[in-house]
């Protein structure tokens, strides 16, 4: 299948869905800060791959990704309404820490580089 055709699903899909998890979704597992970092859409149109980041706590996270296990019929359901598509692909929620693991890897630089100079300053001095 064309990846141009694919690329532009996946962005479709990724717009909607968001639209469900911020709006439509009420279920109260599903943590304030939840946002979709990608999605992988196979060749066949048939399985996509949703990775969600979650700003929380490890049970913060947990809890997302069963509320939102648990609305994927609705989730499809909806995509079969707002796209036009004649299968709507198998959905696989997966979490995705890599903000988080930035965000650590940055506080860390920044520590290192605080400290360097810091000791720079005393030697000057």
């Not at 717009?15 to 990608?38: F, H, L």
């Not at 048939?46 to 490890?58: E, H, P």
């Not at 903000?99 to 000057?124: F, G, P, Y």
């Amino acid at each position: 299948m064309d990846k141009k055709r694919i690329k532009r699903i996946e962005s479709e899909l990724k717009k909607e869905i968001s639209v469900m998890i911020s709006n439509d979704i009420k279920d109260p597992r599903i943590a304030p800060i939840t946002s979709i970092t990608d999605i992988e859409l196979t060749d066949d149109l048939q399985s996509a791959k949703i990775y969600i980041s979650v700003l929380g706590s490890d049970k913060e996270k947990c809890d997302t990704i069963d509320g939102l296990q648990s609305s994927i019929g609705y989730i499809k359901r909806e995509l079969g309404k707002r796209m036009n598509l004649r299968h709507i692909p198998q959905l696989k929620i997966i979490l995705d820490d890599n903000i988080e693991e930035a965000m650590r890897i940055e506080k860390l630089i920044s520590e290192v580089i605080k400290k360097d100079t810091e000791a720079q300053n005393e030697r000057e001095e």
